[in-house]
């Protein structure tokens, strides 16, 4: 380690790389490998619970990797359940909304019709199929556990650990994290770029001097870390995260002055606060300055806790060259107008700051695609990077060797 370093290092990094060949792995060979061994095998985030809370409230989500649509409702017995969105029948889309609320689904091809639960209620016609079961043509279930809030699913028949063994030390780690909380912003936008390039800009902080330099001048560093060393980098066997040093020497602007005395601060605002209230795993070395943590989940989840408010983004691939890269804010529950005034001006700041991780993704994959540079190179801050790519290689091993 270098010695104007702030980071303390945890972790087995042994097996980590600071020098990445990257040109075949945005190739479409490549590509098919990862969703065969990855994506098909891994604990996959589709999406935040916090919207599902009456009973038979659902939404559509598609899994681009897998070409597949999946439902995502809570059933009338009060659990979340996901089901491939494909009707029983003949195949045909069962739900088209994005979201809504209902006791049951029916086919809009030849009017099937299944409970919230999955199950198969209505055929009609029904005399007229030989040897029909109703009991065994419910809708396909998907492998699904709920962490935080958190919906994940698994698509293997057999997932080979539960989620809990597939996150290891972090699955006890934040409970309540995201209590309170309530979505205040979600961005989509689909990218010509590489899945991996997509989450490898969320996962350093040695950008943000240089690419955030007009929307968030000052806001981490600050005199004693004016290069912005992270205060600590952890990896995991499928997680990596680092916690981010606030500047205590940030200047407030005129309207952050007015927002945060009448209300709680968010975002852009690092604030002081007391660090008993966090779970074990936000801020997990209790750094005094702390800003907020980013925590990569292998293989396309990005979680980012932060006072008062937290995202978590993902990135499903469309192609090797195709990204659909979403994002979500979350802020604490308030009616109160000032609260609603403080978040507003916390999404717009957030919205900036995200347009310039952004702006990166199509050039970084355009010059890596066109086979400008032969590898990655990578430095000690861009630790969950390499971390990145050995969990993805670890995978494409263990998969290929069943
Ligand atoms: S495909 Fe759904 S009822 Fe026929
Ligand atoms: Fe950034």
């Known amino acids: 380690m270098n010695n104007d370093s702030i980071t303390v290092f945890k972790g087995d990094t042994s097996r980590l790389k600071n020098v990445i060949p990257i040109q075949e792995r945005v190739e479409p060979n490549f590509y098919q490998q990862e969703v065969a061994r990855i994506f098909k095998k891994a604990w996959l ?9 009456e009973i038979g409230a659902y939404k559509v989500v598609d899994v681009p990797p897998l070409k597949a649509s999946l439902v995502v409702v809570r059933s009338d017995d009060g659990k979340i359940r996901v089901f491939h969105n494909v009707c029983r029948h003949r195949g045909d889309k069962l739900v088209h909304d994005e979201h809504g609320c209902k006791k049951s689904f029916t086919c809009r091809f030849h009017a099937w019709t299944y409970s919230n639960s999955g199950t198969l209620t209505g055929v009609t016609d029904s005399t007229q199929f030989l040897g029909l079961d109703k009991d065994k043509m419910g809708l396909v279930e998907v492998h699904s556990e709920v962490w935080e809030n958190i919906v994940f699913v698994n698509f293997d028949k057999n997932p080979r650990q539960t989620l809990k063994e597939w996150l290891g030390p972090i699955y006890d780690q934040y409970a309540g994290f995201s209590a309170n909380r309530i979505k205040i912003a979600d961005h989509r936008v689909v990218l010509n770029t590489n899945w991996n390039l997509a989450v490898n800009a969320f996962c350093e902080g040695y950008h943000n001097l240089y690419i955030h330099k007009n929307t968030v001048p000052d806001y981490q560093g600050g005199k004693t870390n004016p290069k912005r060393h992270r205060a600590y980098l952890e990896v995991g066997e499928h997680f990596a995260r680092y916690s981010a040093h606030g500047n205590p020497n940030h200047k407030a602007t005129p309207a952050e002055g007015l927002l945060y005395k009448h209300s709680k601060p968010m975002f852009p605002a690092f604030t002081h606060f007391n660090m008993e209230d966090l779970p074990p795993g936000v801020n997990p070395s209790r750094f005094a300055q702390w800003a907020f943590d980013i925590m990569h ?85 861009e630790q969950l990077i390499q971390n990145h790519y050995r969990a993805a290689d670890d995978l494409l091993r263990d998969a290929g060797s069943q």
Do not use: C
């Open 297 to 381: 989940v292998v293989p396309n989840f990005v979680i980012g806790p932060q006072a008062n408010t937290h995202s978590i983004m993902f990135f499903w691939p469309i192609d090797h060259n195709k990204t659909d890269v979403r994002v979500m804010r979350f802020g604490f529950k308030s009616d109160r107008p000032s609260d609603r005034i403080a978040q507003a001006h916390s999404i717009t700041r957030g919205r900036e700051v995200l347009r310039e991780d952004l702006a990166t993704m199509e050039t970084n994959y355009q010059g890596v695609a066109s086979g400008g540079i032969p590898y990655l190179f990578l430095s000690e801050q």
């Open 45 to 53: 985030i589709v999406g935040s619970a916090e919207d599902l809370i």
